[in-house]
């Protein structure tokens, strides 16, 4: 499975952006995909989940109300809309795949930067 990330850039606190994630080859074996961020000097944030098939989502609770994954299970892309956006959050934002539910995310898409001024 290849994933390719795009959409990050310079956005003021409060303002929106949104990523994009399309994957390819092997897309039928994906069980969920998820975005990732790191910002520098801190470990890595799962922040948003989405199976595949069942369309259940999860968020981690610092962007729950601010940020929406959605998925397009015919363009086999996922979508992170990101509003209301803080300092915070900037850090460079990683689209995932996992084939199963146990595994490790093991296809990787570029990062993205996402930076928020204040």
């Known amino acids: 499975v290849q994933l390719q990330a795009s959409g990050g850039g310079l956005v003021q606190a409060g303002g929106s952006l949104r990523l994009s994630c399309a994957a390819s080859?092997?897309?039928?074996?994906?069980?969920?995909m998820a975005w990732l961020r790191q910002a520098p000097g801190k470990q890595r944030e799962l922040v948003a989940v989405v199976l595949w098939r069942s369309g259940f989502i999860s968020y981690a609770d610092s962007v729950k109300g601010r940020f929406t994954i959605s998925r397009d299970n015919a363009k086999y892309t996922v979508y992170l809309q990101m509003n209301s956006l803080k300092p915070e959050d900037t850090a460079v934002y990683y689209c995932?795949?996992?084939?199963?539910?146990?595994?490790?995310?093991?296809?990787w898409g570029q990062g993205t930067l996402v930076t928020v001024s204040s």
């Open positions: 080859g092997g897309t039928f074996s994906i069980y969920d």
């Open positions: 995932a795949a996992r084939t199963g539910p146990n595994g490790v995310y093991d296809h």
